[in-house]
């Protein structure tokens, strides 16, 4: 009985040390919800529904995968190194497009941005995040974010890249607080599955796929 005592204890032991040593490489999970105080567009939203973002990470580089019924398919590679982003578009009626571009914030981009390293923690899958507290202007909108993120996690997102280096580590939880048409809408993104497996640098290539051709005007 004593042995499985023991035996258990260093189980969970080595459970709580794995989760808190940095990972290099993987993929995460997120379900991301949008929700609205007007009651036809929350109709819209729920009309959506809910979806699933996927982001498969190797060091400072991250490729996130969404697709959606209704807005089709979205995918953001980063290259923290390179400072460059790709995005790729496949949606009816705009067909397959990219824009490649760098994320580096202007001074005068981020005179708009005010971030406040918040008091409160969140544990998100084993993980114990910080907060932080985001004020932002999004096309001329008010945009007010709370995340939560891990520098256990060596990914790059793309939900920080406007804020310079004011956000440390990787967003595991955030909301996103915003008003469009009139209408506030929230949209809730949290982490539900990490896993530690060999991501292909070809996933991460910033070289847009044959098939797809440049956005102009971005």
């Known amino acids: 009985m004593k042995k499985i005592l023991v035996l258990g204890l260093a189980l969970m032991l080595n459970m709580v040390a794995t989760a808190q040593d940095q990972m290099q ?3 995460l999970t997120a379900k991301q919800t949008m929700a609205s105080d007007n009651e036809q567009m929350n109709a819209q939203l729920k009309a959506m529904g809910d979806s699933e973002a996927t982001t498969y990470f190797k060091g ?8 959606n019924p209704m807005t089709g398919d979205m995918t953001i590679i980063v290259d923290g190194e390179e400072k460059q982003m790709l995005m790729l578009i496949d949606q009816l009626g705009v067909g397959k497009k990219y824009i490649l571009q760098s994320f580096v914030p202007s001074e005068e981009d981020l005179k708009s941005v005010t971030v406040e390293k918040g008091s409160e923690t969140k544990t998100v899958m084993g993980y114990e995040c910080q907060q932080y507290i985001v004020k932002m202007k999004q096309n001329g ?3 007010e974010m709370q995340m939560f993120t891990t520098d256990k996690i060596s990914a790059f997102s793309h939900n ?3 804020m310079g280096d004011q956000v440390e580590g990787y967003p595991l939880y955030f909301v996103m607080k915003m008003n469009q048409m009139g209408a506030s809408i929230e949209v809730t993104s949290e ?7 060999s991501v292909s640098d070809d996933k991460l290539s910033l070289t847009p796929p044959e098939g797809y051709t440049k956005m102009e005007g971005m």
């Open 25 to 27: 490489e993987g993929v």
């Open 60 to 67: 400072t580089k991250s490729r996130s995968e969404t697709s």
């Open 141 to 143: 909108q008010d945009v």
């Open 160 to 162: 920080t890249t406007a």
């Open 191 to 197: 982490v539900t599955e990490i896993k530690q497996e």
